[in-house]
């Protein structure tokens, strides 16, 4: 079984500090890891993922995330956060082998304000 | 070109109704999905299909029956409408053979029940 925890409901930053949105995994075999972005009245959309190889991802729209299999976790981050950058964020796995390897499982989501 | 579609976008409708969203998706994905978001922002499984075929099936009442036409359309009908059916529903597609993909959600439905 996998499962995703992101222990922050909200996380409030000041524009032009840097950002971290936090998220722990546990997953058998090899994990697949993803971070997704949902604006107000929108979908989902992908922003970076971590199959295997440097544990530093780059992504969309600046953001980063660092892969740390001994914690375990995959926390997104910024260096320096914009207004725009306010959403919601979920984290999500996808098991690296067996049945039903392939489904996404997602954490409950951090709603991320960034603060003029 | 829209990757995944929905239709209708919003939908407001009083208890007791019949309604159907539809899902399209034009990336070949052989894999599809419904997922539901309340308002505390939880996303939640529904159903998956897979080549027409039901694979997942979560603890979802049975007034939610999806169809799957072919494998590019995978639709939602909900009998009897509640109150608290009231969300936003996703469709999302992905392809099962590669697990290093995520998924590509549509822009969702916000269902509302009067």
């Known amino acids: 079984a996998q499962s995703v925890a992101q222990p922050e409901d909200q996380v409030n930053v000041a524009e032009g500090n840097p950002l971290t949105v936090k998220c722990t995994y546990s997953v058998s075999g090899n994990p697949y890891l993803f971070w997704y972005v949902q604006y107000p009245n929108r979908g989902l959309q992908f922003l970076l993922k971590y199959i295997t190889g440097d544990n530093l991802v780059k992504g969309s729209y600046g953001f980063e995330a660092e892969f740390n299999k001994s914690q375990p976790s995959f926390h997104l981050k910024k260096p320096s956060a914009l207004v725009s950058d306010s959403a919601l964020y979920f984290c999500?796995?996808?098991?690296?082998?067996?049945?039903?390897?392939?489904?996404?499982?997602f954490g409950k989501g951090t709603k991320l304000s960034v603060i003029p | 070109d829209t990757a995944v579609s929905q239709t209708p976008k919003y939908l407001v409708t009083q208890m007791g109704n019949d309604k159907s969203i539809k899902c399209e998706q034009n990336l070949g994905h052989d894999t599809m999905y419904w997922y539901k978001q309340d308002s505390k922002k939880f996303l939640k499984i529904m159903f998956s299909?897979?080549?027409?075929?039901?694979?997942i099936n979560e603890t979802v009442p049975n007034r939610f029956s999806p169809k799957s036409p072919d494998k590019a359309h995978l639709n939602l009908h909900i009998n009897s409408l509640e109150l608290g059916d009231s969300a936003v529903y996703f469709c999302a597609s992905s392809q099962a053979d590669r697990t290093t993909d995520g998924y590509t959600f549509g822009s969702g439905t916000r269902l509302t029940v009067v």
């Open positions: 999500a796995s996808r098991g690296g082998g067996g049945a039903g390897s392939y489904q996404l499982t």
């Open positions: 299909y897979n080549n027409k075929e039901l694979i």
